[in-house]
């Protein structure tokens, strides 16, 4: 057991620094100098080079990315060339709201597609079966920014259930700000609870099929508890694994949707800093979202070798 | 007992009268997408503007067609890049294995670590906007789930009898990946280009939307769902055509894809 | 009578053409008894089975006649009703021991979960009485296989699983189908073995379900024979086997390797 968390632990590391290596490297190979956009093209030759000593720029590129990885452990993400400030200064309050959103929007597809899932494969071939079936294949083909626009057009200007483009602070009431964030979050949600209702409903039904819910049957189960006490957690190994690779496009997708709702998150540094060419920020952010998708990845990882006891210890 | 395939019928109709309707959009728009009408401002779909007209008065259903054009040309392209190389590397990998293998494969992770559009945008934030980049950049970033896909199926295959007989004949390796192992492949590499075309169509939706996409002069459906997002009130047609389009192009080709799985069983 | 089944018939329509999987059975098992079905695959005894515990979609089949339990009708039962009966008065052991466990639940959940469902002991009091259940299937260390899930043990200790877990609520009928056809002889031996036991320190009636006639000889007291859905000869398990009627017995019995024929077919060297 203990060997099997180092293994997992080291290869997280690995994995981690193959992803910080990718964006460090990714961002050295772009033409051009920093130092000719903090200095200008009127510099001289002496303080282009004092400058690229002073950022480190004249090291050999290996030794500069474990300097940068030092740097970046310790919180030290670099200075805005737009803004000449820190970038985690820059960062700091944008976290939060990308961060609720794709939080909430995680949980809304569990809370979404585990009932859903279960209902339609339940009541496999019949109504409900059917409804849910056609939905789940058109809102697997909304993108989530176009569902997001639909959910601004209906709730915000129509029924006016929110002010669309008014995002409330956290600072000015949990409530409303939760409340504000529940429309971009379902934005993100819903195409993708779609696909987990349609994952989970395929797999509850190959497990029906299988030999121990003839023995759970022959115990007395009826159909609902087998499908709770038998069926849910051997369906939920491949879900949780779908889950997983989710993880990633949902950060992907809240950081589009942002754009959607005016959200003053990292979506919007990262879209500003690109048309800005505002490197150090790009990268930051970047390496951030990479390290929370492998983070996840590991978590998840971990949950479904607890849920699966046929791979303990492998 | 043969089991109508609805998903394949339904979906074969819906992406060929999308893929007509996009077609024609390359000879024949009613209007220049991009000439300016000021008397048209926000016109209603009617008879002379079928779509209607956008804040600047221009036909919204040329610029669909013409936006629906780029974007399909450029998910066929990106496909393209994307599946030859994904399908170079995951063969090659899949089938002899080993540390190259190992080592590609968590390469491949890494990449996939990152949320694909973000480092498209990346990419274009480096390499500079335009078409031809948007296709190199989501092209690249597609390579690593193809060439998984295609590994998967290799590893499946390479142990097979019918492998093993034809190397035993001494036919050469790259005559086993290609003849004989790959045209058992088929049905699985289809459904997955369906859903790498999906997500090409929906990065690349994305990316214009977020205004890091194809050129300001080229039409593009997300462009035109960001820029109506600010009319959506007072012109819904601006942002609702569209969005039709984009979503039923992705479902007339996701069902084609589900039709090929349900097939495979 | 324990169980008592009257002209029991089941039609399947799924097919273009009605398939009768069972056609006018009827036969008798008292309290205690050892009863023994017999017949090649697809002659209908494992439907029997699966009729008796409910199991079998009644939307996809038709079933006439009357399976009597204790002198009431399971067939015109509710569903409801039915789960009552269903691992409590009666259980039933399958031919899988490999895949009839749920791969992730622990071993001591499964074999007390007819516990959970048809009474309200408290946990330790459902432990308890699952590892008396194991102790009687004769399964090694109950406790610490209490806490191990299916993979971690062999197919043999598998299907002792099973058994202790029908055994667990203590049934007046125990249906074993066919529960050694996948298992080592040796082991097989081992098994019938321990369902002797049971049945005479519990007085657990068995109807034990076999295409071998020889295995349910050493068994059973009474042997049903069936072929084509149909019972072809019954009687008392020594008469069946030494003085067989019917030509299809007699193949049944001509098919088994016995140990002389099979001294005969290996060629001296």
Not at chain 1, 270 to 294: E, H, K, M, T, W
Not at chain 3, 53 to 63: E, F, H, P, T, V
Not at chain 3, 77 to 105: A, C, H, K, W
Not at chain 3, 223 to 233: A, F, P, S
């Amino acid at each position: 057991m203990l060997k099997t968390i180092c293994k997992r632990l080291g290869l997280l590391v690995l994995t981690l620094l193959l992803v910080t290596a990718l964006a460090f490297f990714a961002f050295s190979i772009i033409p051009g100098d920093p130092t000719d956009t903090i200095l200008g093209l009127e510099a001289t030759e002496q303080q282009v080079a004092a400058l690229r000593a002073e950022l480190g720029l004249d090291l050999p590129l290996p030794v500069r990315y474990f300097r940068w990885l030092g740097d970046f452990l310790r919180g030290d993400l670099g200075v805005s060339y737009n803004f000449d400030i820190p970038v985690t200064d820059l960062l700091a309050g944008r976290i939060a709201p990308t961060f609720t959103l794709t939080l909430m929007a995680a949980v809304l597809i569990v809370l979404f597609s585990i009932p859903l899932g279960l209902l339609a494969a339940r009541y496999e071939g019949g109504w409900i079966d059917r409804i849910l079936t056609v939905i789940n294949q058109i809102a697997m083909s909304v993108p989530n920014f176009v569902m997001g626009i639909s959910l601004v057009f209906l709730f915000g200007l129509v029924l006016h259930w929110f002010q669309p483009g008014g995002y409330v602070s956290p600072e000015s009431g949990l409530g409303s700000y939760l409340w504000f964030m529940l429309f971009p979050s379902l934005a993100v949600a819903l195409p993708k609870s779609a696909m987990t209702i349609k994952m989970l409903r395929g797999s509850v039904l190959t497990e029906l099929t299988a030999d121990y819910i003839r023995t759970a049957y022959s115990k007395g189960n009826s159909r609902a508890s087998a499908l709770w006490r038998h069926v849910l957690r051997n369906a939920m190994i491949p879900v949780v694994t779908f889950l997983a690779t989710t993880i990633a496009e949902l950060v992907a997708g809240s950081i589009v949707v942002e754009q959607v709702f005016a959200i003053p998150g990292l979506g919007q540094m990262l879209i500003s800093s690109i048309s800005n060419r505002d490197y150090p920020v790009v990268q930051a952010i970047i390496v951030l979202v990479a390290f929370v998708v492998v983070l996840c990845n590991f978590l998840a990882d971990a949950l479904y070798r607890v849920m699966d006891p046929r791979l303990k210890g492998r | 007992m043969k089991k109508r395939n609805w998903y394949l019928t339904f979906g074969s109709v819906l992406t060929a009268c999308m893929l007509v309707f996009i077609a024609l959009g390359f000879f024949w728009t009613p209007y220049d997408p991009g000439a300016l009408s000021a008397r048209d401002k926000l016109a209603e779909p009617s008879l002379q503007h079928l779509f209607g007209c956008d804040q600047l008065g221009r036909d919204v259903f040329s610029r669909t067609l013409n936006g629906a054009g780029n974007t399909l040309i450029i998910a066929l392209a990106v496909l393209a890049v994307g599946f030859v190389f994904g399908l170079l590397i995951g063969a090659l990998c899949g089938y002899y294995g080993g540390a190259v293998d190992a080592t590609v494969m968590r390469v491949c992770d890494a990449i996939t670590a990152f949320p694909s559009i973000l480092l498209a945008m990346v990419v274009i934030a480096i390499i500079g906007p335009g078409t031809y980049n948007i296709i190199a950049a989501l092209g690249i970033l597609f390579i690593p789930s193809f060439a998984r896909l295609v590994r998967g199926e290799f590893i499946k295959y390479r142990s097979r009898d019918f492998v093993h007989s034809a190397r035993l004949a001494g036919v050469p390796a790259m005559r086993i990946i290609f003849v004989h192992i790959l045209p058992n492949t088929w049905p699985v590499l289809l459904s997955g280009l369906t859903i790498g075309f999906n997500n090409a169509v929906l990065s690349e939706a994305s990316m214009s939307f977020l205004g890091i996409g194809v050129g300001p002069a080229d039409a593009s459906l997300g462009r035109m769902l960001s820029e109506g997002q600010s009319s959506l009130f007072s012109a819904p047609w601006c942002t609702l055509f569209p969005a039709l389009v984009v979503i039923l192009l992705v479902l007339g080709v996701g069902m084609v894809g589900e039709g090929i799985r349900e097939r495979i069983r | 009578m324990l169980l008592d089944i009257q002209n029991l018939s089941v039609v399947f329509h799924d097919q273009d053409a009605p398939f009768s999987a069972v056609k006018d059975v009827s036969l008798q098992v008292d309290k205690g008894e050892i009863v023994g079905i017999v017949g090649e695959s697809g002659s209908g005894k494992s439907m029997i089975a699966h009729t008796i515990m409910g199991l079998i979609q009644r939307s996809a089949c038709k079933i006439s006649g009357k399976v009597l339990f204790d002198g009431t009708d399971l067939l015109t039962m509710d569903r409801e009703t039915l789960r009552t009966y269903q691992g409590d008065e009666l259980s039933i052991v399958f031919q899988e021991p490999m895949t009839s466990l749920n791969p992730t639940m622990k071993i001591g959940k499964q074999v007390e979960e007819s516990l959970r469902i048809h009474t309200d002991l408290s946990r330790e009091a459902r432990r308890a009485r699952a590892l008396e259940a194991m102790e009687l299937a004769e399964l090694d260390d109950p406790a610490s296989l209490y806490d191990k899930y299916p993979h971690e043990l062999s197919g043999g200790m598998r299907q002792r699983v099973m058994i202790a877990s029908a055994l667990v609520q203590r049934p007046q009928l125990l249906i074993a189908d066919e529960p050694t056809t996948a298992l080592d002889v040796t082991i097989q031996a081992e098994i019938l073995k321990t369902l002797k036991e049971i049945n005479r320190k519990e007085g657990t009636a068995i109807l034990f379900i076999s295409h071998d006639l020889g295995v349910v000889r050493h068994l059973c007291q009474r042997v049903v024979v069936m072929q084509k859905g149909q019972i072809v000869e019954q009687g008392p398990a020594d008469q069946v086997f030494f003085d067989p009627r019917e030509d299809y017995t007699k193949r049944l019995i001509a098919a088994r390797p016995t140990r002389r024929k099979l001294k005969g077919s290996v060629p001296h060297v």
